[in-house]
């Protein structure tokens, strides 16, 4: 059991349901509505319900990346005005990183801003999404373009949410475990690539513990994405723009391996800047390889790509920036790179490893 405390909430890692529910209830909420998809509806609502025993209205959207749009959160707020929610209500959110963004958001506009509270159910939500107060869903097919910076109330992790899971989606999660490690800490780089591929743990608590640990030491730091917080888009300006391509296609791509795509070919971007050297480009790109099996037809797809990458929330006066490496363990925010080195990067992704 843990307790990992932000600026204004607490983030509970397998503490007992009754502090939840006595965190519910010191909340004094007028109404407590739970957001779910289909997939959490069947896995763990009926745990909560059982265990939390309060009075509460279900709000079921449909599960998937493609549905965190404008029209679901709209169904969400019609669902709120219909049951005659008020500004003393509470949203509790509970699934992955999709009902965690854009439940979060439906709450901080609802009424100018209602109370939520964060219940993620899959890896990528319990080490990454849940903490950190960002909040938004995807607009015009980029990636979390509409969303504001909310805190939840509190965080309340259960691991054994993650039996639920299938496998694919605990490798998804672990590409945020990766980037925590790459960013941050040499010493939990080695300990994740101890075990390559050891992804069938018993016990998640010590990584989701301190891969949210080194989250939140760095959003406490910069709430608002200034400064060091940018270092947490380590792979995600390509990756971004790859998981949005795939959107459109019948080749979905989850959060995490659009990321696994996106750490390789900027830890290439850090090569090619001169901020890591060749062993550490092969150490990074050799392990992400090892969980996450090359996706082929990126290069051929690179202008439609680029050009989602150009929509960036994160550029500065028209150009691509960049969290880059600078060593492992380390990293640095505010790089711009030209279109020739960012493909440059795919080619080194697509054709490095056969």
Sequence with gaps: ?????????????????AVLKSSIEQLNPTKVFILVDENSKKHCLPYIEEKLKLNFTAIQVPAGEKYKNLQTCSGIWQALVSNQADRNCLLI????GVIGDMGGFAASCFMRGVRFIQLPTTLLSQVDA???GKVGIDFLDYKNMIGAFSNPELVWINTDFLSTLPFREIKSGF????KHALIKSEEYWKKITSAPGNLSLDNWHD??????????????QDPYEKGIRKILNFGHTIGHAIES????TDKRLLHGESVAIGMICEAHLSYQCSLINDAQLKEVSLFIHKIFPIRKNLVNNFDDIYELMKKDKKNFDQKISFS????????SFNHFCNRDAIMKSFAYYENSFN
């Design 1 to 17: 059991m843990s307790v990992i405390k932000s600026n204004h909430y607490n983030i509970l890692i397998n503490e007992d349901i």
């Design 93 to 96: 959110n509970l699934g992955g």
């Design 130 to 132: 849940s903490a950190g």
């Design 175 to 178: 590409a945020e475990v990766i």
């Design 207 to 220: 990584i989701i513990q301190q891969s949210v640990h080194i989250k939140n030491e760095i959003t406490r």
């Design 245 to 248: 391509f795939y959107l459109k």
């Design 324 to 331: 880059l490496l600078n060593g492992i363990g380390d990293c």
